[in-house]
């Protein structure tokens, strides 16, 4: 059973829009910090966005200006809309729950694909 599952990946244009949601399935307790990761095709994982308890967002150089990183801590869920997509940001992306006991949870991936 995964803890985390992911929403919202799929073909996108350049240029376009896509907004990633994450959900816990209620397993998961003392949530803090959520992350966005993503992982292109013979490259190591990154950190793409990341939110603490308290709503302050971090993003990579990469995604400034074009990413926006949303929690909703009464549902335990997590957004990340991205715009003004751009091929590299082809990747599979996956959200990270970090809990305040030294845990952490990660989805199973949702694929993005930004082509013509």
């Known amino acids: 059973q995964v803890p985390l599952v992911e929403s919202g990946g799929g073909l996108v244009q350049p240029g376009g829009s896509l907004r990633l949601s994450c959900a816990t399935d209620?397993?998961?307790?003392?949530?803090?910090?959520m992350g966005w990761y993503r992982q292109a095709p013979g490259k190591q994982r990154e950190l793409v966005a990341a939110?603490?308890?308290?709503?302050?967002?971090n993003y990579a150089d990469s995604v400034k200006g074009r990413f926006t990183m949303s929690r909703d801590n009464a549902k335990n869920t997590v957004h990340l809309q991205m715009n003004s997509l751009k091929p590299e940001d082809t990747a599979v992306y996956y959200c990270?729950?970090?809990?305040?006991?030294?845990?952490?949870?990660w989805g199973q991936g949702t694929q993005v694909t930004v082509s013509s």
């Open positions: 990270n729950y970090g809990t305040r006991f030294g845990g952490s949870y």
């Open positions: 209620g397993t998961i307790f003392a949530i803090s910090n």
């Open positions: 939110i603490t308890s308290g709503g302050i967002t």
